[in-house]
């Protein structure tokens, strides 16, 4: 079983649609948790990041974090084909000083104009 | 422009021929790290330094050396690729975890 788990999709959605991705995970060790958005052909960019349960907004993006439930959450309210991206969760536990970092798959997202 | 550069960007090799990746960032940053992003798989952690001299093993280091003398540069050695090292790499540079981090452009490699 994968630590972090991701639905891949592909997901579809109408421009303006409110978008919800999640991702599971099995390790309670896990403190750090953050979203990346990746076009294609480029490297990721970390969009947002949170340490404990709760939400955590920055304009258009939510990320809500259950720890009781092992289960994160990226909400895209108003969403444009700009959006359009593999969206990839990642969590970090702490090891010797340093905070590893485990990726999930990735969902990729469609905003269809 | 803070940047963190790659090279090469497309490499296509032969089982056992040695090559290098490097990896080079200008923004000071203490930490650098090597991924690999395969289908189905996501991103997976190689290997990572925290400062000069000083790296560890990611989460799938088998088969890839790391060297960090100085600070800016974080080449990846594959000193014997194999074909289930073709796969699409990146360095990443930062201060702090949740600091914004610098994805390099990506390193396409095919090992025939």
């Known amino acids: 079983q994968k630590e972090v788990e991701q639905d891949p999709g592909p997901l579809s959605v109408p421009e303006g649609a409110i978008v919800s991705l999640n991702c599971t995970y099995s390790n309670s060790a896990f403190q750090y948790f953050m979203w990346y958005r990746q076009y294609s052909r480029k490297g990721p960019e970390l969009l947002m990041y949170t340490y404990s349960s709760g939400n955590k907004e920055d304009g258009r993006f939510t990320a809500q974090v259950d720890k009781s439930s092992k289960y994160i959450s990226l909400f895209i309210r108003d969403s444009q084909p700009s959006d359009s991206a593999t969206y990839l969760c990642a969590m970090t536990r702490a090891s010797g000083g340093y905070q590893k970092v485990t990726f999930g798959t990735g969902t990729k997202l469609q905003v269809i104009p | 422009e803070a940047q963190v550069t790659q090279n090469p960007r497309y490499l296509i090799t032969v089982t056992g021929k040695k090559l290098t990746v490097t990896c080079s960032q200008n923004m000071n940053h203490e930490y650098m790290s090597w991924y690999r992003q395969d289908p189905g798989l996501g991103l997976r952690q190689i290997y990572y330094?925290?400062?000069?001299?000083?790296?560890d093993k990611g989460d799938v280091p088998e088969g890839y050396k790391v060297s960090r003398k100085e600070k800016r540069n974080f080449p990846l050695i594959l000193e014997s690729p194999s074909p289930n090292q073709t796969s699409l790499y990146f360095c990443a540079s930062y201060q702090w975890v949740t600091d914004t981090q610098y994805f390099g452009p990506g390193t396409r490699l095919t090992v025939l």
């Open positions: 330094s925290m400062n000069v001299e000083v790296t």
